[in-house]
T-cell receptor
Framework: DSGVTQTPKHLITATGQRVTLRCSPR?????VYWYQQSLDQGLQFLIQ???????AKGNILERFSAQQFPDLHSELNLSSLELGDSALYFC???????????FGDGTRLSIL | DQQVKQNSPSLSVQEGRISILNCDYT??????FLWYKKYPAEGPTFLIS?????DKNEDGRFTVFLNKSAKHLSLHIVPSQPGDSAVYFC???????????FGTGTLLAVQP
């Protein structure tokens, strides 16, 4: 158990819809990261938050947004969903920039 | 542009023997490297890391070697155990950003 909690584990929805994925980091971790793993691809970095502020951005689509709340949990919002957004979405957390990132078990998003 | 490459999609090893997983990278600015293990339906689990100022780091049965001139790192598992069967990802990071760049993974099968 990494200590990072992601909900829901599975999400099935239709094209054009909007969903919110939730992540609770390990106790004491200030940094939260979001990654996407599509079929046959490695994990792709989306975005990082540190103590409530956006710190780094990867190839995140404009239809996607995220935020980190004062209690340090984070949400990833995906809107105008397309079939290609079907993927595993992982959240990770770390205590600092030079520390390993610890991952949750992911949310599997299926777009029908 | 795949900055981190794992050219072997799969590897099969006998229990008790050494497993060697390889990873190549192209960005000379990477200064921190990590290995993660992933079981199905779980998130990646941190195994071991190495800073670019070192060429070797050991933790129990796991040793990571870094050859900066060749832009190559490897993970050695000795002795291999059936429970080591999983997908192994290498990842790299620059000090300028905390985002991890992942390889596409190598599926290790340890045969009893």
């Amino acid at each position: 158990d990494s200590g990072v909690t992601q909900t829901p584990k599975h999400l099935i929805t239709a094209t054009g819809q909007r969903v919110t994925l939730r992540c609770s980091p390990r106790s004491g971790d200030l940094s939260v990261y979001w990654y996407q793993q599509s079929l046959d691809q490695g994990l792709q970095f989306l975005i990082q938050y540190y103590n409530g502020e956006e710190r780094a951005k990867g190839n995140i689509l404009e239809r996607f947004s995220a935020q980190q709340f004062p209690d340090l949990h984070s949400e990833l919002n995906l809107s105008s969903l397309e079939l290609g957004d079907s993927a595993l979405y992982f959240c990770a957390s770390s205590t600092g920039s030079n520390q390993p990132q610890h991952f949750g078990d992911g949310t599997r998003l299926s777009i029908l | 542009d795949q900055q981190v490459k794992q050219n072997s999609p799969s590897l099969s090893v006998q229990e008790g023997r050494i497993s060697i997983l390889n990873c190549d990278y192209t960005n000379s600015m990477f200064d921190y490297f990590l290995w993660y293990k992933k079981y199905p339906a779980e998130g990646p689990t941190f195994l071991i890391s190495i800073s670019s100022i070192k060429d070797k780091n050991e933790d129990g049965r796991f040793t990571v070697f870094l050859n900066k001139s060749a832009k190559h790192l490897s993970l050695h598992i000795v002795p291999s155990q059936p429970g080591d069967s999983a997908v192994y990802f290498c990842a790299a990071r620059t000090s300028a950003t905390n985002k991890l760049i992942f390889g596409t993974g190598t599926l290790l099968a340890v045969q009893p």
